[in-house]
């Protein structure tokens, strides 16, 4: 195959629009940020940012590279069809959740990152291990949005993926490290753009191609393949639960989310980001769907593909790109490679962004340097982000164990966190202690589950575990089991450690966590002054 030389003019053009739109938004963000916190206004966008812009934004964030070629993936792939497709409707009731039941505690107190109200509840140090799952989970997360793209070039340009790794990830980290939240959020809305557009212009030439039959037929017909409207087999409703509790509930708790819902000017608007963008998540699948149907309907044979077909070279993975090369016209398929390198970035530079607005602001200033200033905050913010976006550029280049590290990252963040975030929220009554007991289980419990990606076996069985072509699958929803016993860890040793030590069952001594709040620190007092004890919140800071 020779090199597409139109593909990669395309391609070249929206990158220098997306970095050109970057710069100017970050002269923007400069030129607004009179009289504002600066580091606020890089982290949060000075929580004024605009409803059609916020809407923009944080649709993108869900709408990634990921989220199109997997779609696609799942509706192609003969084993299961659209009834797995679950992100679509898990990603915008998960928003929906948000906007209802975590914006308002979460703007009410001014809270910059999803980590504020962890470490306000349980401690800096708490919060400190708290923030490992999430970071792992966006490093690896950029690393595997840089290697589907690479792949992806690699495929329809023909150019080596190291080289699209490289020059993706340069562009995203320098608008990022520019523009903060602000080159971000404008980004997003000519990447949303261009996903839109290209992805529809594409389908109705995949659809009326020679080679393909009707998709209404062969969703409910055999024909190439097994119908690509697919089924749930009985013995897998427990694991298709558990994906969908996961997608619903497992994606609330990321500082990607909170970020947009955080820089709206007022809680209503919050909310109606919330609710907004989780219909555009929906509506966005669509076109995806569409072309995974398609694949399913194609007589690989008659295009320039041949036989054997993707899923038997083993490559259902690059489905989207295969349509769009082999199913359009040339200069149809070009728009189409613009729609997912969009994709890509706008995901890629949230996840960027998080990582360092969480460092600087809850380790750097909270933990590292109390009395740092807000420039140094800021840089220390640019630093980690270069430091982050750099490690997942490397990690990038082994992209084959990279998405199955986020996966299992991303549901220690179910698992840990989601628990974690709903009692700081809603059960304010929880402690360290409790924090710290629901930590340990949770971690141990998913653990100990195994990961066959990863060739973990399973140390647990649950009800239904069968073994398969040599390797255990757990059907039991044990992802979303693990939550409700961390869940209820967290509640029970927080009321048991806060009834041991009030009832002096315990020491008061034995409290390092001083979650009975003992009161008097007295000072050595200057002759005729009268002795005040220390607030108990002088004590919690003196702990952190």
Known sequence: ???????????????????????????????????????????????????????????????????????????????????????????????????????????????????DPLQETYGNMMGTLLFIPPLLGEVFWFAAILASLGATMRVILDIGGSLAITISACTVILYTLLGGLYSVAYTDVIQMVFITLSLWICIPFALVNSATESIYYTATHQSYQDPWIGKIEKQYLGRWLDDFFYLVLGSIPWQTYFQRVLSAASTGQARLISYLSGLGCFAMAIPSVLIGAVAASTDWNQTSYGLPSPFERGESAMILPLVLQHLCPAYISITGLGAIAAAAMSSADSALLSTGSMF?????????????????????????????????????????????????????????????????????????????????????????????????????????????????????????????????????????????????????????????????????????????????????????
């Open 360 to 544: 600087a602001h809850n380790i750097y200033r909270k933990i590292l340097r109390k009395k740092a200033s807000e420039a140094e905050v800021l840089w220390a913010m640019r630093t980690s982000m270069m430091v982050f976006g750099a490690g997942a550029a490397g990690l990038a280049f082994y992209s084959s164990s990279v998405y199955d590290l986020w996966f299992l990252s991303g549901e220690l963040v179910y698992a840990l966190l989601f628990p974690q975030l709903c009692c700081a929220l809603f059960a304010p009554s929880t402690n360290t202690y409790g924090s710290a007991a629901g930590f340990l289980v949770g971690l141990l419990l998913r653990l100990l589950a195994g990961e066959p990606a990863l060739s973990i076996p399973p140390v647990i069985r649950y009800p239904a575990c069968s073994l398969l072509n040599g390797t255990y699958s757990q059907l039991f929803p044990f992802k979303t089991f693990t939550v409700l016993l961390t869940l209820g860890t967290i509640l029970a040793v927080s009321h048991l450690a806060k009834a041991l030590f009030q009832n002096n069952l315990l020491p008061r001594s034995w409290d390092v966590c001083n979650i009975t709040g003992r009161t008097a620190i007295l000072i050595p007092l200057q002759q005729g002054e009268k002795q005040e004890p220390l607030p108990t919140s002088a004590l919690e800071e003196n702990h952190d």
């Open 1 to 115: 195959m020779a090199l597409n030389i139109p593909g990669l003019v395309s391609l070249s053009v929206f990158f220098t629009l997306t970095l050109a739109t970057g710069i100017w938004a970050s002269w923007k963000s400069r030129k607004d940020q009179q009289n504002r916190n600066p580091t606020e206004m890089a982290m949060v966008g000075g929580r004024n940012i605009h409803v059609f812009i916020g809407l923009f934004t944080a649709t993108a964030t869900w709408v990634g590279g990921a989220y199109i070629n997997s779609t696609a993936e799942i509706v192609y792939l003969p084993s299961k069809g659209l009834l797995w497709v679950q992100a679509p409707v898990g990603f915008a009731l998960s928003l929906v959740i948000g906007g209802f039941f975590f914006v308002n505690p979460m703007r009410s107190k001014n809270y910059v990152t999803v980590m």
